[in-house]
């Protein structure tokens, strides 16, 4: 009987065959740093020196933190008007001449929680009072019904739960009684998380904000909502513009086939993937599940209906580091902390453009690459998802010869498209 696993300590966690420490410093971000080994014991001796460090300053706060004694005025009447006197904070004073008759109270000891050499007590009690959440309405039923008739699971059902609690903390009142103003309200705290205006872009604003959009324009067609769309076009401009995305080169590319073993097993995963199809990040982390048809491998990304739904077949040179069969989530972890793992590796490799990222980059590579092996436009849009003519009215026979998973092209065609793109 083979023996159990050894427990992993206090700030260490696996992913795929490599240990990490993670670490969580008080108002500041996560800390996340690969261990280099999968072995444990060798895991908590490369990571002892963060650990210490960390407690050594959790140990700081905490004493700084402990109750003690602080000099205050405590006031022996209550500010204001007494039968016969005034009394302000400080002073007793005559109700006819104004003239001060007395101190008021006097200093005295406050034994108190606040921070050693951090505010006054009384700032301390104000900023510590317990904040109004927001309560419970029927709006909230507009939330379950959306995620219901969508069917939305795993990162779409959590990206809808995540913008509604933002929309119920920052405006918190009824819909039918919100305006634009409060949909902008949303924008700005999304905008204050990221870290101003430079830091996010309008494309990724307007992508937070779709499920709002969709769950008022349910309840508009539902008949339970009359009135403007608040959160409906309320996105300005904020960033660089998702189409100054530059494409990775060949150059850049090989940079990355030789370091790519810098990377754990799950991102060196995920960017074969990413590189070799074109997919989107989030698409990326969808994958659970394939199919088989014809003797072709494939999955399908995107959403429940729309031109972004489609079978996306794993190209010849991804299949060697694919398991057997797919039978669970491909790619691991948060998507939002492999895509800065990402960019921390292409910056150590020394591709520092800040016009190219993760994902992006290597689809604007893959559309390139198609077009320039005469795959015909029609198959391009389809395997990328993308639409060649946004502003053109879509009609019913758009949607004559698409299959159940919005595919309009043979499996095998697609799959020789895709072998095209060739990956790291």
Request: aromatic residues 6%; glycine residues 8%.
């Amino acid at each position: 009987m083979a023996s159990p696993a050894p427990r992993l300590p206090r700030y260490i966690f696996r992913r795929g065959n490599t240990l990490y420490v993670r670490l969580q410093p008080p108002g500041q971000p996560v800390f996340e740093r690969s261990l280099g080994t999968s072995d444990v014991k060798a895991a908590e001796i490369a990571a002892a020196d963060v650990i210490k460090k960390h407690k050594q300053t959790m140990y700081g706060r905490r004493l700084t933190r402990l109750p003690h004694v602080e000099a205050a005025w405590v006031p022996a009447y209550a500010p204001g008007m007494h039968k016969d006197f005034f009394a302000t904070e400080r002073e007793l004073r005559d109700l006819t001449t104004g003239k001060v008759i007395g101190p008021n109270g006097g200093p005295a000891e406050i034994l108190t929680p606040a921070p050693i050499g951090g505010p006054s007590f009384e700032e301390y009690d104000a900023a510590k009072a317990r904040p109004v959440l927001p309560t419970k309405g029927s709006d909230d039923e507009l939330l379950d019904t959306y995620i219901k008739h969508n069917g939305l699971t795993g990162l779409r059902r959590k990206q809808a739960e995540d913008i509604w609690h933002v929309f119920r903390t920052v405006v918190n009142k009824p819909i039918k009684d919100c305006t634009r103003d409060d949909g902008r309200s949303v924008v700005k705290h999304l905008v204050a998380q990221a870290g101003g205006n430079d830091k996010i872009k309008s494309a990724t604003l307007r992508r937070a904000l779709v499920p709002l959009v969709a769950m008022v324009n349910l309840a508009i067609d539902e008949g339970k909502y009359t009135g403007i769309n608040p959160f409906s076009s309320v996105v300005g401009k904020t960033g660089e513009a998702s189409d100054q995305r530059l494409l990775f080169t060949e150059d850049e590319m090989a940079t990355m086939r030789a370091n790519l073993h810098k990377l754990d097993a799950n991102d060196q995963l995920l960017v074969r993937l990413l590189a070799s199809t074109g997919l989107r990040r989030s698409e990326a982390f969808e994958i659970c599940s394939e199919r088989v048809e014809d003797g072709v491998r494939f999955t399908v990304v995107g959403a429940n209906k729309g031109v972004a739904k489609r079978p996306v077949p794993f190209p010849a040179c991804l299949l060697p580091y694919l398991p057997e069969k797919i039978e669970g989530q491909l790619i691991h972890g948060r998507m939002d902390s492999a895509t800065k793992r990402l960019r921390e590796w292409l910056t150590a490799i020394g591709i520092t453009d800040p016009n190219k990222a993760p994902a992006h980059s290597f689809r604007h590579r893959a559309k390139r690459r198609l077009i320039n092996a005469d795959v015909q436009p029609g198959l391009i849009d389809e395997l990328g998802g993308w639409s060649s003519d946004k502003s053109k009215k879509k009609n019913s026979g758009d949607d004559y010869g698409r299959d159940e998973d919005n595919a309009v092209f043979a499996i095998t065609k697609v799959k020789a498209a895709i072998d095209l793109i060739g990956g790291l």
